[in-house]
């Protein structure tokens, strides 16, 4: 399973896909709700979340790289690497390609 990003307009040219883990990673630390696999968010705001993010993962990589460690019950043990700082940057260094077009377009940036 994966989440895409896009600009909301039929013609765009930039999308970034993602594994619903690293989609959920992304929303976290851009502070985006994500009750479902699906939403969007107005361009403009988007671009001032992914500046706040960029500066927030330059000065705290560790946060986001951390190995976590998952039991559920009697079942399998479930491990998560993490993602390290240079992907978290490039990606919402790609998610702010995507803004600026929907920006553009004066359209909103969705995923689903």
Not at 35 to 43: L, M, N, R, S, Y
Not at 91 to 103: D, G, K, N
Request: charged fraction near 20%; aromatic fraction near 8%.
């Amino acid at each position: 399973m994966s989440v895409s990003f896009f600009a909301t307009y039929t013609g765009h040219t930039h999308s970034l896909n993602v594994s619903n883990s690293n989609a959920m990673h992304l929303l976290g630390i851009l502070e985006l709700d994500h009750p479902g696999w699906c939403g969007q968010v107005a361009a403009k705001e988007l671009l001032i979340r992914v500046e706040r993010a960029i500066r927030g993962v330059t000065q705290m990589p560790d946060e986001f790289t951390r190995n976590t460690t998952v039991t559920k019950g009697d079942g399998p043990l479930m491990i998560d690497f993490g993602v390290s700082d240079t992907y978290l940057l490039d990606r919402l260094h790609r998610l702010r390609v995507i803004a600026h077009e929907a920006q553009t377009l004066d359209a909103d940036v969705g995923w689903c």
